[in-house]
């Protein structure tokens, strides 16, 4: 269990390295403050394998977690560390791909969809988070989360965000989550969905779901926290300008 810990801490602060390189726009506080967050959330990942029964096991599947859906990621985020910042802007589109692609690879299931949500606002002056960048199953994402009191969905989505609470639902008919309409048809039984900030700016959600109870677990929730507060840090490396279009 300590050496999974120490691997954790150490992918943590190693992401906290890339960050102190970024001088350019970016103060010190911003740089101490993603620094924090990529370490706190490691930390609870780590926290997350007292549930593995199997130490060796455990250590098996956390190097596969780390080289096939953190270190693609991480290596992207090397790069960017070493441009300038209309470098690191021009690069963020793909640094954004490679992190949904990494959630995309969590579940047991090729069937799985990852979106990377962006918040911004719309033609009536509300905040929302609408889709960005997906990976995935074929049907594309249908859901805007609006933050209005009139849309009870939006609403429990933006309230959880803001409060920084991953969402884990291992059922959608079995266990419906706040504000869930069982009229809208989905292709999916389970989701996890986790808010991403840029330093204090909550700037977008990552979430990733499957067909079937049971695709996701718990230790996946941990793993989408990581790549969320990296994604994160690539955003504010890029002063939070999210690239046009998306994927």
């Known amino acids: 269990m300590l050496k999974v810990a120490a691997i954790v801490v150490a992918v943590a602060i190693a992401a906290a390295g890339w960050l102190a390189q970024v001088a350019e726009r970016s103060s010190e506080w911003f740089v101490i403050w993603n620094a924090l967050a990529v370490l706190l959330v490691a930390v609870q990942g780590a926290l997350g394998w007292r549930a593995v029964t199997s ?125 869930w309409d069982p009229s809208k048809r989905r292709t999916y039984r389970t989701f996890i969905t986790v808010p991403v900030h840029a330093g204090r700016d909550l700037v977008g959600l990552l979430t990733v779901n499957a067909p079937h109870p049971g695709d996701l677990t718990d230790d996946d929730a941990g793993t989408l926290q990581v790549i969320a507060a990296l994604l994160g840090t690539a955003l504010g490396m890029a002063d939070a300008q999210w690239p046009v279009g998306g994927g």
């Open 55 to 179: 130490a060796r096991q455990a250590r098996e599947d956390f190097k596969v977690v780390v080289f096939d859906q953190v270190g693609p990621l991480a290596q992207r985020l090397a790069l960017m560390s070493r441009g300038n910042a209309a470098e690191r802007r021009a690069a963020l589109g793909e640094t954004l791909t490679v992190g949904v692609a990494c959630a995309a690879g969590l579940a047991t299931t090729t069937r799985v969809r990852a979106t990377l949500f962006r918040r911004t606002v719309d033609d009536a002056g509300r905040d929302v988070f609408v889709p960005h960048t997906t990976l995935g199953r074929g049907d594309r994402p249908q859901s805007t989360f609006v933050r209005d009191p009139a849309d009870a969905e939006g609403s429990a989505v933006w309230a959880d965000a803001e409060r920084d609470l991953p969402r884990f639902c291992t059922d959608v008919r079995a266990e419906p989550p706040p504000g």
